[in-house]
Antibody, heavy 124, light 107 residues
Framework: EVQLVESGGGLVQPGRSLRLSCAAS????????MHWVRQAPGKGLEWVSG????????GYADSVKGRFTISRDNAKNSLYLQMNSLRAEDTALYYC?????????????????WGQGTLVTVSS | DIQMTQSPSSVSASVGDRVTITCRAS??????LAWYQQKPGKAPKLLIY???SLQSGVPSRFSGSGSGTDFTLTISSLQPEDFATYYC?????????FGQGTKLEIK
């Protein structure tokens, strides 16, 4: 059974940093692309970032480019999101999601499994 | 970026009804569309990919169709567990975008 378990969320002041983690199990982690998708309270879904199976291809939403960094450790079956210069508008539930193949940004890509999310609140 | 627009934003229906939700892309995306179901307090769940392919384990009362810019998600006979919010999503060239969601409520 595929399991994705996020951690690292919390309350942080504007301008500060936070690092999210996602522990994966139940599938061959290093065969698949992974993503972060967020959902602001009461709002819709927004893709944040994705990383290919070997970290060779990485993408970011314009809203986080230059502030967030995605990475993965295939030896630890883990995905990470380093979030710097946080803003109030980054407040959201952050989901870790698995892609159906190794690459990202492929036409027709989607997210076949999701974790339960970790909440990030940016407020003074 | 390609924009995705869903309609309606909300719909009320009864158990046993047939319901159709529409998603329109701002430019052609071939058949590269996915649909998700999200229940309150839960993560989204993949229902349909490639416009019409049913994800493993998803009941056959769910179906998807369309290509180019216009797509539909149809639930043939609503069950109590189907009341949720539904999102469409497209992906191309480092751009992944979702529709704003359609909330399916009990009449």
């Amino acid at each position: 059974e595929v399991q994705l378990v996020e951690s690292g969320g919390g309350l942080v002041q504007p301008g500060r940093s936070l690092r999210l983690s996602c522990a994966a199990s139940g599938f061959t982690f290093d065969d698949y692309a992974m993503h972060w998708v967020r959902q602001a309270p009461g709002k819709g879904l927004e893709w944040v970032s994705g990383i290919s199976w070997n970290s060779g291809s990485i993408g970011y939403a314009d809203s986080v480019k230059g502030r967030f960094t995605i990475s993965r450790d295939n030896a630890k079956n883990s995905l990470y999101l380093q979030m710097n210069s946080l803003r109030a508008e980054d407040t959201a539930l952050y989901y870790c999601a698995k892609g159906p193949r190794g690459g990202i940004a492929v036409a027709g890509d989607y997210f076949d499994y999701w974790g339960q999310g970790t909440l990030v609140t940016v407020s003074s | 970026d390609i924009q995705m627009t869903q309609s309606p934003s909300s719909v009320s229906a009864s158990v046993g009804d047939r319901v159709t939700i529409t998603c329109r892309a701002s430019q052609g995306i071939s058949s590269w569309l996915a649909w998700y179901q999200q229940k309150p307090g839960k993560a989204p769940k993949l229902l349909i990919y490639a416009a019409s392919s049913l994800q493993s384990g998803v009941p056959s009362r769910f179906s998807g169709s369309g290509s180019g810019t216009d797509f539909t998600l149809t639930i043939s006979s609503l069950q109590p567990e189907d009341f949720a919010t539904y999102y469409c999503q497209q992906a191309n060239s480092f751009s992944y975008t979702f529709g704003q969601g359609t909330k399916l409520e009990i009449k």
